[in-house]
C-alpha cells in the first residue's frame, strides 16, 4: 500500500531542520492550543522508499489493540499543548488533564535540558495533532481493574493517544521524532511489536534522532534508557530483528 506522507516543511525550514529526515502525514482540522504553525497543503508528497530494516513494518494500531490493565478509550479534545510528550487534554467529564504518553521520551522543548531538536519535535507533533479530526485517549490503570489512573510524578496520567484512530505513539518513533523508551519495561504486546519495528524504520532511513542533525548522543541516551535489560535489543549492539 503507497502510504503518503506530508513533509514539515513549513515547520523545518523556520527551524532549519532536516526536512527529508522529518516526514508527517496528512491530516486537517484545529485545536483549541495556543501555538499556530501548521504544515502547509502544498508540503503533500510521496514518501521515499525506506531502505530494509530487517523488521516486518510497524502494524497501524487503533483502539481495538489497547491491551488489558488500561480504562476504555475516551474521546478528547486539546486543552493547551506543551510538549512532544506531554500535554493536557480535555476528558468527557471537561475536566482539563495533564497527559503524559507511555513509551516515547522526545527531546525538552524548554528549560536548562532544550535542544534544538526539542523545539522541532514539539512543533512537528503539534501540527500533526491540531490537524487531527479525532483524538483517543486510554489510560493506564493504577493497577489492573481498580479504574484509577496511574500517575507520574507530576500527576500526570500515563496514557496510550490515538491520533484519527492510530496510535500516536507508533507516528513519533516512526517518525525518528522519539526512540523508543523503555526506562521503566517495553510495553505489552502488540504496541512492543510496533515500537521496536516503527524504530527500526526510522533508523534504516536516517529519520529524526537517527540522522545528523541538533539532537542529542542516542547511543549514549540508549545505553542509559536500556543498559543490560533485554526486553529489547540496542540497535548500536545488535539487530532489531534477525
Known amino acids: 500500500m503507497v502510504r503518503r506522507f506530508i513533509w514539515a516543511c513549513g515547520i523545518c525550514a523556520a527551524l532549519a531542520c532536516n526536512t527529508a529526515a522529518l ?6 482540522n484545529e485545536d483549541a492550543g495556543t501555538e499556530t504553525d501548521a504544515a502547509p497543503e502544498d508540503a ?14 510497524p502494524a497501524l494500531l487503533s483502539v481495538a489493540n489497547v491491551p488489558p490493565g488500561y480504562m476504555p478509550a475516551v474521546t478528547v479534545t486539546i486543552a493547551r499543548l ?9 476528558f468527557p467529564n471537561a475536566q482539563a488533564q495533564g497527559v503524559r ?13 532544550m535542544t534544538d531538536f526539542g523545539v522541532q ?3 512537528i507533533a503539534h501540527a500533526y495533532l491540531r490537524s487531527a479530526k479525532s483524538l483517543q485517549i486510554a489510560v493506564r490503570e493504577s ?8 500517575l507520574d510524578p507530576y500527576n500526570r496520567w500515563l496514557s496510550l493517544l490515538f ?4 496510535l500516536f505513539q507508533t507516528w513519533l518513533v516512526r517518525q525518528g521524532l522519539s ?14 511489536e510496533a515500537l521496536l519495528y516503527a524504530e527500526a524504520e526510522a533508523n534504516a532511513a536516517n529519520r529524526g534522532i537517527w540522522g545528523p542533525g541538533p539532537h542529542n548522543d542516542y547511543k549514549a541516551v540508549l545505553e542509559q534508557w536500556i543498559g543490560n535489560r533485554t526486553c529489547r535489543p540496542n540497535p548500536y549492539k545488535s539487530p532489531y530483528c534477525g
Open 179 to 192: 526512540a523508543y523508551y523503555t526506562v521503566f519495561g517495553c510495553a505489552p504486546a502488540p504496541i512492543h
Open 44 to 57: 503533500i508528497a510521496d514518501a521515499p522508499s525506506t531502505p530494509d530494516s530487517g523488521c516486518p513494518p
Open 121 to 123: 519535535t514539539k512543533e
Open 143 to 150: 493497577r489492573p481493574g481498580s479504574g484509577m489512573p496511574d
Open 163 to 166: 491520533v484519527d484512530g492510530e
Open 101 to 113: 504518553l507511555l513509551f516515547v521520551n522526545t527531546e525538552e522543548s524548554g528549560g536548562p535540558e
Open 23 to 28: 516526514q508527517t502525514p496528512p491530516r486537517a
Open 82 to 90: 506543551i510538549d512532544g510528550d506531554s500535554d493536557n487534554f480535555n
